[in-house]
């Protein structure tokens, strides 16, 4: 096993590092894995990964499994507070380039999800769909089509979070 874990969460129980050096993994040729645990073989396939490569979704049977590994590195970040993300609540949303508005997409009072397209920006020949930053209602929109906009300038304003 590797070094660097010193444990295992998953939806089953955790494990220790000295548990998973213990466990005898070996790679089959259908890509699944065949895990000795306690002398008894368990066939496991992984179903998806995690972009970070130490979350999984495994299949243990008919058993959806999730796996976490927990490496000394992120203890260590989590015990400095880096691991939490800082969401801060957007009021105005700014041109991010100067251009021009091609089109505006949403109406004021119109309730959007995170990731919503607000605005296409017309700039240098491209169109730039700007999207939003979270989910929210539209207080009020600053621009218009065919309007020329400056880099930084306010595109749509944000009623406060509840």
């Not at 010193?6 to 699944?32: C, I, K, M, N, Y």
């Not at 203890?75 to 021009?100: C, D």
């Amino acid at each position: 096993m590797n070094q660097d874990i010193l444990h295992a969460h998953t939806s089953r129980g955790d494990f220790t590092a000295g548990q998973l050096d213990a466990l005898e993994v070996s790679l089959l040729p259908d890509q699944s894995y065949l895990v000795m645990v306690n002398n008894k073989p368990i066939i496991v396939r992984i179903e998806s990964c995690g972009s970070d490569l130490r979350n999984f979704t495994v299949r243990v049977g008919r058993d959806k499994v999730e796996v976490g590994l927990v490496r000394e590195i992120d203890q260590l970040v989590q015990s400095m507070g880096f691991n939490k993300s800082v969401r801060h609540w957007v009021e105005t949303l700014r041109a991010p380039m100067p251009g021009m508005v091609k089109q505006v997409l949403v109406q004021e009072g119109e309730e959007v999800p995170a990731g919503h397209p607000l605005i296409v920006l017309e700039a240098m020949k491209m169109e730039n769909v700007i999207r939003s930053p979270q989910a929210g209602k539209i207080k009020k929109t600053e621009v218009k089509p065919h309007q020329t906009v400056e880099k930084g300038q306010a595109l749509i304003l944000f009623w406060d979070q509840a």
